[in-house]
């Protein structure tokens, strides 16, 4: 049980790493969360400080969602290994535990992002062929919508929806963190949903098919 702790709780320092604040810091700009959305992941990034920016924090916050699934589960961080049931589970409770991470930062006062690219990241470590299928959804519902958090949302429910369709519910650990990482990102989503209802929340136009066609 020691070398899970120890790797869950690396992980979720690694999460804790925010790319927004990361390069900020490097770059001598300011808290990217005092500006537009007060969210310091790549959205935010490129809406108030350009592309090259926000791709730096892009890559950062989807990288350390693969380290965390691929890397640390193989680490020797105990003197003793995890006995093999419980280390099935290893990669998904490091992926759960690097989004808990980039939630609620250690490092920034727990004040932290929406877990949208590290949960990329982590499926991609984890799953790496279903993420064709949290990407097209992604996609296809930011240009059918234009709402870049509904599309979030949807993205990462389809991932335990794709686990059980393609007849993976027989790994529980993927089953598992499907299920955390929709709820979790639905709920770092709820004022983007209080905005969806009240009509309020801004749309991607340059994504969104309905809005391409208005402007034209």
């Known amino acids: 049980m020691i070398d899970v702790l120890l790797k869950t709780a690396a992980s979720y320092l690694l999460g804790s790493i925010l790319g927004g604040l990361l390069i ?45 699934t691929r890397v640390v589960p193989g680490l020797s961080l105990a003197p003793r290994p995890a006995p093999t049931a419980i280390h099935e589970w290893l990669p998904a409770a490091c992926g759960a535990a690097v989004m808990l991470g980039h939630v609620y930062p250690i490092w920034y006062g727990l004040r932290g992002g929406k877990a949208v690219a590290t949960f990329i990241g982590a499926v991609l470590g984890l799953a790496p062929r279903l993420l064709i299928q949290v990407l097209l959804t992604w996609l296809g519902v930011i240009l059918l919508t234009g709402f870049v958090g509904l599309a979030s949302i949807c993205a990462a429910v389809a991932l335990p929806l794709c686990v059980a369709w393609t007849g993976l519910a027989s790994h529980p650990p993927l089953l598992a963190f499907g299920v955390f990482a929709a709820a979790l990102i639905v709920f770092t989503h709820r004022t983007n949903i209080a905005r969806m209802r009240a009509g309020h929340e801004p749309r991607a136009r340059r994504l969104w098919l309905f809005g391409r066609s208005a402007a034209s």
């Open 24 to 68: 900020a810091r490097l770059t001598g700009r300011g808290d990217i969360r005092s500006v537009g959305s007060g969210n310091p992941g790549s959205t935010n990034a490129l809406r108030t400080q350009g592309k090259l920016f926000a791709l730096g924090v892009l890559l950062i916050d989807l990288g350390k969602g693969w380290i965390a």
